[in-house]
């Protein structure tokens, strides 16, 4: 049973960091999905800048502990991604994934609010 919620605590931290990335997307189709998607990269960046501990990680940590398995050190991110993008990650990586996660929500915010614009001067 641990085992199972633990994957079920992986597949969500999964999915909030990949609704992070590209949550601006959804927001550019539905409107509505910003009012989720911009409190959630704030978090997201928050956490990503600050170098603080998503409450995640412990709660994924102590799931497989209690399964019998023995549970990874450190953060999410540093234990299942980086080795598959970036596996030399120099301490800089993070900031700098945060800066362009942070760069492309930007934009895509700045062209929704542009084509909400054009489209109120229409009328």
Request: net charge negative; proline share 6%.
């Amino acid at each position: 049973m641990y085992h199972l919620l633990a994957d079920m605590v992986f597949v969500l931290h999964l999915s909030f960091i990949i609704f992070v990335i590209g949550g601006g997307l959804l927001a550019w189709q539905w409107r509505w999905m910003a009012f989720l998607h911009i409190p959630a990269a704030i978090w997201g960046l928050a956490i990503e800048f600050l170098n603080a501990p998503c409450p995640l990680t412990p709660l994924e940590q102590m799931l497989l502990h209690s399964a019998g398995e023995e549970a990874y050190q450190g953060e999410f991110i540093d234990h299942y991604i980086v080795p598959l993008i970036y596996p030399e990650a120099d301490p800089h990586f993070f900031l700098e994934a945060g800066f362009f996660v942070l760069a492309v929500n930007c934009v895509i915010y700045a062209v929704i609010i542009m084509r909400i614009r054009s489209k109120k001067t229409k009328r």
